[in-house]
């Protein structure tokens, strides 16, 4: 083995999971080792796992397994380890050992500070053959990452992810995330200001706001006050629009993106806000998974029907020019035709900028898993398709009505640009064939609607048919 380690690392799953693979990496180079992309040349390559649904499981299995077997079916070689890490880890750190005897080290979310002197420890021992993985992981997590916590950034320079806390309180009948993530901790408002201002005076002009329920941030730290419920204390909830308006005065051009954000938490004044503010992105996901009070309850959402209407209503009112980014759940046990019928209508009358649908994955250990009325396979798949097909109507009527409009976008790669209302890897994507310069904002003049994408020019610049399709009307 070479004098400096070499590790290679696979990232899987969500931005939040992303940012743990960051964690790791930071960790590596502070001991002093050596991250490649090439896992043939790797002393050790780690798969940093999900395991949200059933096709998120798959997907980490045949990771591991190809990382075992390399390329074209060929053992790896001799002496290389393979570290397991992530939520699939931590969920089934008591099974994976016996059913993946491939893998020499299991760790969970607690233990990706600690990877250097993991892989210390185990390229210093030679496994004995037919001996069990090590299984590092110790009870439900309780990690959170601090401003100074060493990380090296995967995205491109423009643009990072900070997560301003982890785990979740809710008691969503189909999550297993709760169980996986642990109970919800908050970081510091002076914490996530102070990452944020090193990330913009390093060039960075997109700051993602993640959690588990960004909207939740510093409600758990007001809950451990000696008198939360004191009718005298109005700061619950009030941590979130803190830190908006804190960031917000921090010096610099660059965007605010508010992700992962839950119905039950809006405010009033988290509207007023993000209205106020203007560097913060007129832009919000808010994951609503259904509309209708059967399927809400049994899916213990904590909100019903009116009240979603009611929030959307405020929330569009609220903040001119807000895009809505939701998503919902199709196929949970016991949805009836009716309740998929509303949902459509829903869809239809609200007209989302932005959607998305899962299939219901019947996840083990949650409630949902042990409810009767399991839908099948095939209906799940019909209610998804009906569902997005009507969405990609909306779609495209959304996008037509920004033809002719100028707007702000973040340039991602030559040719290739975000707007606003676009997140990163999930939404759609201004395509503009010009050369601009990459990572900066640029103005231009959306041309055309393509599927869930737009076409433009850089402002002043208009299309032949552009000019044509105005003079016919």
Known sequence: MSAVVKVSLVSLGCAKNLVDSEIMVGHLHQAGMEVVPDQDKADVVIVNTCSFIDSSKEESINHILEAHEARGMKKRRAGQKLIVAGCMSQRFSKDLPKELPEVDAFIGLDQITRVGPIIEELTGIKRAKGSAPQNYIEGRSTYIPDYDTPRFRLTPKHFAYVKIAEG?????????????????????????????????????????????????????????????????????????????????????????????????????????????????????????????????????????????????????????????????????????????????????????ERLGVFRYSQEEGTKAAKMDEQLSTKLKEARYHKTMSLQQEIAAQVGQAFVGKTLRVLVEEPGVARGEADAPDIDGRVYVPRTLPVGEFAEVTITGARDYDLLALPKGEKPKEYKVAKQAQ
Request: charged share 25%.
């Open 168 to 352: 979740c309180n809710h008691p969503c009948a189909f999550c297993i995330i709760p169980q996986i993530r642990g109970r919800h901790r908050s970081r510091s408002v002076e914490s996530v200001v102070a990452e944020v201002r090193q990330l913009v005076a390093e060039g960075v002009k997109e700051i993602n706001l993640i959690s588990q329920d960004t909207t939740y941030f510093g409600m758990d730290t007001w809950e451990q006050r000696p008198n939360p419920r004191s009718p005298v204390d109005s700061s619950r909830g009030t941590a979130l629009t803190t830190l908006l308006r804190q960031l917000n005065a921090i010096p610099g051009d660059f965007w605010i993106r508010l992700l992962y954000t839950h119905p039950a938490h809006w405010s009033d004044e988290l509207i007023k806000t993000i209205a106020e503010c203007p560097k913060v992105a007129r832009y919000i996901d808010i994951p609503l998974q259904h509309i209708s009070d059967h399927m809400l309850g049994r899916m213990q959402r904590e909100t019903n029907s009116q009240y979603i209407r009611d929030l959307i209503a405020r929330i569009r009112a609220g903040i001119p020019g807000i895009a809505v980014r939701t998503t919902f759940i199709v196929g949970f046990p016991g949805e009836t035709e009716a309740d998929v019928e509303e949902l459509c209508a829903f869809i239809r009358d609200t007209k989302f």
